[in-house]
Nanobody, 124 residues
């Protein structure tokens, strides 16, 4: 089992920045990749970014590419999401997820473990 705990959400003005953190515990050595997803009110959960745990390969959704950066600290079993140039449409609950497999990483179904979510609100 892997437990994930997110932190770092909050309220920020448009154009501002936030950094989310996700700490993994339990059996983090079994993780192949970690991802971030978000869900706005009335919308489906959508992919934001993922990073492979060993190689550090990253992939981003088009809507955040160039503004968000995903990174990891293997020693701390923690993944980060640096969010810059935030827009009101980035407002959502952001979820951290972990997968032991290498396929389907751009989809929520590709992940087995999920955090509880952290709210990010961007005001205009």
């Amino acid at each position: 089992q892997v437990q994930l705990v997110e932190s770092g959400g909050g309220l920020v003005q448009a154009g501002g920045s936030l950094r989310l953190s996700c700490a993994a515990s339990g059996r983090p050595f079994s993780i192949y990749a970690m991802g971030w997803f978000r869900q706005a009110p009335g919308k489906e959960r959508e992919f934001v970014a993922f990073i492979t745990w060993s190689a550090g390969t990253t992939y981003y959704a088009g809507s955040v590419k160039g503004r968000f950066t995903i990174s990891r600290d293997n020693a701390k079993n923690t993944v980060y999401l640096q969010m810059n140039s935030l827009k009101p449409e980035d407002t959502a609950v952001y979820y951290c997820a972990a997968s032991r497999l290498s396929n389907g990483l751009g989809y929520s179904g590709g992940y087995e473990y999920w955090g509880q979510g952290t709210q990010v609100t961007v005001s205009s």
